[in-house]
Antibody, heavy 123, light 111 residues
Framework: EVQLVQSGAEVKKSGESLKISCKVSGYSFTNNWIGWVRQMPGKGLEWMGIIDPDDSDTRYNVSFRGQVTMSVDKSINTAYLQWRSLKASDTAMYYC????????????????WGQGTLVTVSS | QSVLTQPPSVSGAPGQRVTISCTGKSSNIGADFEVHWYQQLPGTAPKLLIFDNNNRPSGVPDRFASSRSGVSASLAITGLQAEDEADYYCQSYDSSLSVLLFGGGTKLTVL
């Protein structure tokens, strides 16, 4: 069974750093790109970027480039999303999700999703 | 405002048919890029409902179907049930922005 299990909720202060995780199981980690999606309180879904676990190739939404960093650790089948300096506007639910088709990348659907990590940043 | 435009809300009575539109541009849906649909039940992660325009993952009932024409796509839900009450999102790719796009989302209320 394919599963993406994300790390728990975080409460941080503005200016602090943070790294959240997404551990996958049930399939070969390097076969599918992993994406990150933001959902601000009461709002819709926003694509942040995708990463290829095989070689750490990344594609960022220009709106998030420079604001976050995606990475993976193949040895433990885990993807990460990190911030160097959080802002109150980073308060949101963050989802990791698996891209269905390796070859079609951004044209592909997200077929499996993590349960989400709620990040709350106070000013 | 999202590049893929969805109505903020739709509603229907149990058993009825409802449709949710997703209107884009010539650089996304109009360019024949695939459209996918997600269902997000309250307090849960999104779930893939339709992929590649009109394919259902295993376990998704055939009450859910999608179509497309020109710069728009639509999700149709027939035989509406109380458990269908959720937010629905369309997704596609935009070649001029080089981004994966989600629609703004539509809240379905079952009356």
């Amino acid at each position: 069974e394919v599963q993406l299990v994300q790390s728990g909720a975080e409460v941080k202060k503005s200016g602090e750093s943070l790294k959240i995780s997404c551990k996958v199981s049930g399939y070969s980690f390097t076969n599918n790109w992993i994406g990150w999606v933001r959902q601000m309180p009461g709002k819709g879904l926003e694509w942040m970027g995708i990463i290829d676990p095989d070689d750490s190739d990344t594609r960022y939404n220009v709106s998030f480039r420079g604001q976050v960093t995606m990475s993976v650790d193949k040895s433990i089948n885990t993807a990460y999303l990190q911030w160097r300096s959080l802002k109150a506007s980073d308060t949101a639910m963050y989802y990791c999700a698996r891209l269905q088709s390796r070859s079609r990348r951004l044209l592909s659907a997200f077929d499996y999703w993590g349960q989400g990590t709620l990040v709350t940043v106070s000013s | 405002q999202s590049v893929l435009t969805q109505p903020p809300s739709v509603s229907g009575a149990p058993g009825q048919r409802v449709t949710i539109s997703c209107t884009g541009k010539s650089s996304n849906i109009g360019a024949d890029f695939e459209v996918h649909w997600y269902q997000q039940l309250p307090g849960t992660a999104p779930k893939l409902l339709i992929f590649d325009n009109n394919n259902r993952p295993s376990g998704v009932p055939d009450r859910f179907a999608s179509s497309r024409s020109g710069v728009s796509a639509s999700l149709a839900i027939t035989g509406l049930q109380a458990e269908d009450e959720a937010d629905y999102y369309c997704q596609s790719y935009d070649s001029s922005l080089s981004v994966l796009l989600f629609g703004g989302g539509t809240k379905l209320t079952v009356l």
